[in-house]
């Protein structure tokens, strides 16, 4: 493991960035070192870190909101392999890989078993990681994720990949092929965005991060390096095999039956509103309450006010993640 040479104050945390060695390569990791005194339980003894999973096509960006509600706390959060600053990295993808990825951090950077919480995407590694690695997992938080999402309307059961990630995802797997001339420019695309009619800085720190620079086309050919082109920095072919891992792989499927039997405690976060803003969200309510008739560890609420983004990313969305993260451990 080697510390990169970033260090950032926040306020409530310092923040530095590590890689961590993983199949393949390297993960990058941030690490938010708490200012303030070390929080402990009733018992005295310090509380676990806060290890936060992101969904299938952010950062570890994502989290700034978050990591700053919970004051006196360690948090750590991984760029998902094809993510981030992890972009370089090799398949093979799918939520065993990821989960396996993340077990490798919480155990270089963690120091023991985690309250660990995962968004969208990183709810469904989440599971599967505390499947794989109980041992690893002191609490489990899913928010807006990790239970199975229901096709959308018209789209069969047996649907390709290819149709399974664009019903799924839309416009957010679009964006990864387009190219941008400027930070600035990438900024505008994010405010145009329906989900973000409420832009603070915590979105465009997260914006900012997520445009990577590429060679031009054609640069190595020509014998020129040229212009680097921008854009943003999931891979496209990542999000394509994670999308129909989630939905078909044999991980998740495994990880729910495990649940099931052994009663394990699961605390799921929904927001009403879905990736566009459109209402109904990623799950239905009716959803929701079928599997809390399947899992009887899992205690679930609605977050109102917010969509699939802002419920890590503004309030109220923050303040029920912090809730969910300290309530768990009373």
């Keep these: 493991m080697s510390v990169v040479d970033q260090v ?10 590590h890689d961590v060695a993983v199949a393949g390569g390297a993960l990058r990791v941030g690490v938010w070192e708490p200012t303030a005194p070390e929080a402990t339980g009733p018992d005295g003894a310090p509380l676990p870190a806060v290890v936060l999973v992101h969904g299938i096509t952010a950062s570890h960006r994502a989290w700034p909101a978050v990591v700053s509600a919970l004051p006196g706390r360690r948090v750590v959060a991984p760029d998902l392999r094809g993510r981030g600053r992890s972009n370089t990295l090799p398949g093979p993808y799918g939520m065993a890989a990821h989960a396996d990825d ?6 270089a950077l963690a120091a023991g078993p985690a309250v660990v919480v995962g968004h969208s995407m990183g709810g469904f590694v989440s599971l599967v990681l505390t499947h794989r690695h109980p041992d690893l997992v002191a609490r489990l938080v899913l928010v807006d994720g990790g239970l199975p999402i229901p096709l959308p309307p018209g789209v ?13 995802l839309g416009p957010a797997i679009e964006r990864l092929t387009q190219t941008f001339p400027s930070a600035e420019a990438y900024r505008e695309f994010w405010r145009a965005h329906p989900a973000f009619a409420r832009w603070n800085p915590v979105v465009e720190q997260y914006v900012d991060y997520d445009l990577a620079e590429y060679p031009p086309v054609g640069a190595a050919v020509a014998g020129s390096p040229g212009a680097p082109v921008l854009r943003p920095a999931t891979s496209p072919d990542a999000v394509a095999a994670d999308s129909a891992d989630s939905a078909r792989g044999d991980a998740v499927p495994a990880a729910l039956a495990w649940a099931a039997e052994t009663g394990l405690p699961i605390t799921f976060l929904r927001a009403p509103r879905g990736l566009l803003d459109q ?3 990623m799950y239905p309510a009716d959803t929701v309450a079928e599997w809390l008739g399947r899992l009887p560890g899992l205690t679930a609420s609605e977050v109102l006010g917010v969509n699939h983004y802002t419920i890590i990313m503004a309030e109220p969305g923050i303040s029920a993640v912090r809730a969910a993260v300290t309530t768990v451990e009373g």
């Design 8 to 17: 950032e104050a926040t306020g409530s945390h310092t923040y530095t960035t």
């Design 279 to 281: 209402p109904g969200g």
């Design 102 to 107: 993340v077990a490798a951090v919480i155990g």
């Design 156 to 168: 069969p059961d047996g649907a390709t990949p290819e149709e399974l990630v664009r019903a799924l």
